[in-house]
C-alpha cells in the first residue's frame, strides 16, 4: 500500500476533482473556495470506486471528503431505483458524530434526491426505523444500534456498494472493533470501503488488510500541524486549586467559546456548577447525560447561547463546532493521542486557537508522553497570564529529563472514573490501556500513601475486617 501525500497545488479547485453539478453548485453556496487536502487527495480515488484509507482527524474536512464522492457515485445510477435499499453504510463510534455525518450528508445532497438518516443508542427505536422503512440510501449509525436493527430484521445490507468507518481509532478504543467486523461481514464483497483514522495502531492495520481491497492510502495526519496551529501553553496547578484557576482563567476570556476538558463525568458537573456560580456561562456534557440534554447542550453552544462546554473526552470528539476560541485541558487525557483530539477542537479549519493546559504534579509524566507525540515542547504560563522561558530539555531526545520548574506543590488528583458509553445505547466494553485507576467510594479515604513505599498487610491495619479475620482464626486455631 503506498501513502499518496502529495501536495495540494495553489489552484486547487473542486470543479477539477470530477464532482456532478448539483454538488459543485451546493458547495459554492456553501462558500467552499477550495478543497482540503484530504478532499482533493480522496475525491478522486473514491470516485473512481477505489477503497480508501484516510489518515486524518476532524477539522480536516473529512466528512465533506468521503460524503461528497459517495453521493455523487449514489446519484450516477439513483434515480430508476424504486425500493431505496441502503447503498452507502458509515459506522461512526459516537451519536453525536453519527447525527453530524448524517446533516453534512443531506446539507451537501441538498440538490438530489438521496435519502439519508441516522441509527444511534439512547433514542426511540420507533422514530429511527420509520424512515428506515421508508427507503433510505445512506444509512449513518453506531454499531450497536446498527446490529440490533440488524438482529430485528429491521436493516438489511445485502446492497450496500460504499461502507465508511470512521474514527476508526476510536471505535478500536471503545472496543467496538469485533461489531465491525460482523458487520462487514454481512455486506457484499465486492463493496467499496473506505477508513478514516486520526491514528493507524496495529489492529486498524489489520482490520484494512483483511477488509480493503488494494487501497490508497492518503494522508494529511493533521497531528502535527494542529499542534502547531494552536497557541498551546501549559500551567502547574496543583490539584485542589484547579477550580480556582479556571475561574480565573476563564473570565479573562469571557465570552469566548471554550471547550473545557475534565478526566471524569461528577467533575465535568461539579465544575460547571462552581463556573455558573461565579458568573460564568457553562454547561456539563458527558456520557451520563440522557441524548435529549446532550443533544439540547451541544446546540446551545454551537448556537453561542452558552459559552463553555465542560465535556469528557468520549463526549467532545469529533463533535464540529467550529469557532472554539479556547481548550481548557483542566485534567491531562488518560492517553496522550487524547490530547491532539482535545486541542484540534480549536483552530480548525485553518483557524488559529488557544489550548491551555492544568497540570498537577501525578500529571507531568503524562505532559512528558503528550510532548514526545507532538513532537513539541508546550511554554509553561505562569499565573499571571505570562509564559516562561522555554524549558531546557527536549522531549524527543531526552524524553525523561525533568523540565525546568518546580511544581512541589501539586497534590494528588481525584480517582479516575472512566466515562461510560452506557448512555449512548451501545453495548460498554472495557476500555484496554486506558490507566484506569479503580473507583474511589464516594466519602472512602483516598489512599496518599507514597505509591513505593510497601503497604502493611491488612490484617495489620486497626479495625480491618481482615484483622479481625485473622484474630479469630488465631483465636480458633
Ligand atoms: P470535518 O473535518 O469534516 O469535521 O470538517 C471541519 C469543518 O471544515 C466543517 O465545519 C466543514 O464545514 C468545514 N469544511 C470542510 N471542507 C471545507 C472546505 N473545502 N472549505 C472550507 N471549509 C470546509
Same mark, same amino acid.
Given at each position: ?45 473514491? %470516485?473512481?470506486? /477505489? =477503497?480508501?484509507?484516510? #489518515?486524518?482527524?476532524?477539522? @480536516? ?6 460524503? *461528497? ?116 461481514? %454481512?455486506?457484499? /464483497? =465486492?463493496?467499496?470501503? #473506505?477508513?478514516?483514522?486520526? @491514528? ?6 489489520? *482490520? ?270
Amino acid at each position: 500500500m503506498k501513502t499518496k501525500t502529495n501536495a495540494m497545488p495553489e489552484n486547487a479547485s473542486f470543479s477539477d476533482l470530477g464532482l456532478s453539478p448539483p454538488l459543485l453548485k451546493k458547495l459554492q453556496r456553501q462558500g467552499y473556495e477550495t478543497p482540503t487536502p484530504i478532499q482533493y487527495q480522496a475525491i478522486p480515488p473514491i %470516485l473512481a470506486g /477505489k =477503497d480508501v484509507v484516510g #489518515l486524518a482527524q476532524t477539522g @480536516t474536512g473529512k466528512t465533506a471528503a468521503f460524503t *461528497l464522492p459517495i453521493l455523487h457515485r449514489l446519484g450516477e445510477s439513483g434515480d430508476e431505483i424504486i425500493a431505496r435499499p441502503i447503498r452507502a453504510l458509515i459506522i461512526t463510534p459516537t451519536r453525536e458524530l453519527a447525527a453530524q455525518i448524517d446533516k453534512a450528508v443531506r446539507n451537501y445532497g441538498e440538490n438530489l434526491s438521496t435519502r439519508s438518516t441516522c441509527v444511534v443508542g439512547g433514542v426511540s427505536l420507533k422514530r429511527q426505523i420509520r424512515p428506515l422503512k421508508q427507503g433510505v440510501d445512506v444509512l449513518v449509525a453506531t454499531p450497536g444500534r446498527l446490529e440490533d436493527l440488524i438482529g430485528q430484521r429491521i436493516i438489511e445490507l445485502d446492497w450496500v456498494e460504499i461502507v465508511v468507518l470512521d474514527e476508526a481509532d476510536q471505535m478500536l478504543d471503545i472496543g467496538f472493533l469485533p461489531a465491525i467486523k460482523r458487520i462487514l461481514a %454481512l455486506t457484499p /464483497k =465486492d463493496r467499496q470501503t #473506505l477508513l478514516f483514522s486520526a @491514528t493507524m495502531p496495529k489492529q486498524i492495520r489489520e *482490520l484494512s488488510n483483511k477488509y480493503m481491497k488494494n487501497p490508497v492510502e492518503i494522508s494529511v495526519s493533521q497531528i502535527s500541524s494542529t499542534a502547531e496551529r494552536v497557541a498551546q501553553s501549559v500551567m502547574f496547578v496543583a490539584q485542589p486549586d484547579k477550580t480556582k484557576a479556571a475561574i480565573a482563567l476563564l473570565n479573562n476570556h469571557k465570552g469566548q467559546r471554550t471547550i473545557l476538558f475534565s478526566r471524569t463525568k461528577r467533575g465535568c458537573d461539579r465544575i460547571a456548577r462552581r463556573l455558573n456560580g461565579n458568573g460564568l456561562n457553562a454547561e456539563a456534557i458527558h456520557g451520563n447525560k440522557s441524548q435529549n440534554q446532550r443533544t439540547r447542550a451541544l446546540e446551545a453552544f454551537r448556537k453561542g447561547n452558552t459559552d463553555i462546554l465542560v465535556a469528557t473526552d468520549v463526549a467532545a470528539r469529533g463533535i464540529d463546532i467550529p469557532d472554539v476560541e479556547l481548550v481548557l485541558n483542566f485534567d491531562l487525557p488518560q492517553v496522550a493521542e487524547a490530547y491532539i483530539h482535545r486541542i484540534g477542537r480549536t483552530g480548525r479549519a485553518g483557524k488559529s486557537g488557544l489550548a491551555i493546559a492544568f497540570c498537577n504534579d501525578e500529571e507531568s509524566k503524562m505532559l512528558r508522553d503528550i510532548e514526545k507525540i507532538i513532537k513539541q515542547k508546550i511554554p509553561v504560563r505562569e499565573h499571571d497570564g505570562t509564559l516562561a522561558p522555554e524549558p531546557t530539555y527536549d522531549p524527543n531526545t531526552n524524553p525523561d529529563a525533568e523540565r525546568n520548574y518546580d511544581h512541589t506543590k501539586a497534590k494528588p488528583s481525584e480517582p479516575y472514573e472512566p466515562d461510560s458509553h452506557k448512555g449512548f445505547g451501545e453495548k460498554r466494553k472495557p476500555q484496554k490501556n486506558q490507566g484506569h485507576k479503580k473507583k474511589t467510594k464516594p466519602g472512602a479515604k483516598q489512599n496518599r500513601t507514597d505509591p513505593g513505599k510497601p503497604q502493611k498487610p491488612r490484617r495489620n491495619r486497626p479495625g480491618s475486617r481482615a484483622r479481625k479475620r485473622h484474630r479469630s482464626e488465631k483465636g480458633k486455631g
